[in-house]
């Protein structure tokens, strides 16, 4: 399997722009996930899909972020506008959630995201 | 909610063996897992423990004592390429199914 394939690996914008990062999870992977990881926070979960249903969006910061799911196969994170603070390596993750004893996540090589 | 604490960073030597530790506090428990995350990468699973008690897997083994609130995993034979973030998460018991992760411990090994 290709593993869960994020799109873009770096991202530069400026200040108030919009930005889009995309997920493919792996094929039969039921639940997916998007972590944000920066040296001060760590990896903090933003939003939780289980079988294309948003479950838990606790840890979406304010109202700038959406996130979506339109198939089992794909799935995006909005920032719209975006602010200096947003910088920060996104990472989507998928797992099979219940139907595996460990549920361990695979993690996407993460989306470097710096905004000026 | 839950709370993860694990040291900032560790040294070791090539060849030698290290513990990382971790202790939580959590309103429910149903796992706790340990990752690997190199410098620039993703994270990638390393042990899954739910029961008391150690699980070992190869140069890697993990503890958990449910009780305590407290695991750690044990790297035996360090070799420079272990130099990396070791994260602890733990899966609460609610309806959710969702990993919380610690800040991680950064581990560098040197000859």
């Known amino acids: 399997d290709a593993g869960v394939i994020q799109s873009p690996r770096h991202e530069v914008t400026e200040m108030g722009q919009e930005v889009t990062l995309r997920c493919k999870p792996i094929?039969?992977?039921?639940?997916l996930f998007w972590y944000r990881q920066t040296m001060m926070r760590g990896l903090e979960l933003l939003i939780y899909f289980n079988n294309n249903v948003p479950i838990d969006d606790s840890g979406m910061p304010e109202d700038r972020f959406s996130a979506k799911m339109p198939n089992a196969s794909f799935s995006t994170l909005k920032i719209q506008p975006s602010e200096p603070r947003d910088s920060a390596v996104y990472f989507c993750a998928s797992s099979l959630g219940r139907t595996r004893r460990t549920g361990e996540l695979f993690f996407g090589e993460g989306s470097r995201l710096t905004v000026l | 909610g839950q709370n993860i604490d694990q040291p900032t960073e560790m040294t070791a030597t090539e060849g030698a063996i290290v513990q990382i530790n971790c202790t939580y506090q959590t309103s429910g428990f149903n796992g706790l897992f340990w990752y690997q995350q190199h410098a620039g990468e993703a994270p990638t699973f390393l042990s899954y423990n739910v029961l008391d008690g150690l699980e070992e897997k190869g140069r890697f083994s993990s503890f958990l004592s449910r009780s305590k609130g407290y695991s750690y995993l044990l790297l035996k034979e360090l070799q420079m390429k272990d130099s990396a973030s070791y994260l602890c998460a733990v899966r609460d018991s609610g309806g959710s199914y969702i990993p919380t992760f610690g800040r991680g411990t950064s581990l560098i090994v040197h000859p």
């Open positions: 094929s039969g992977h039921n639940s």
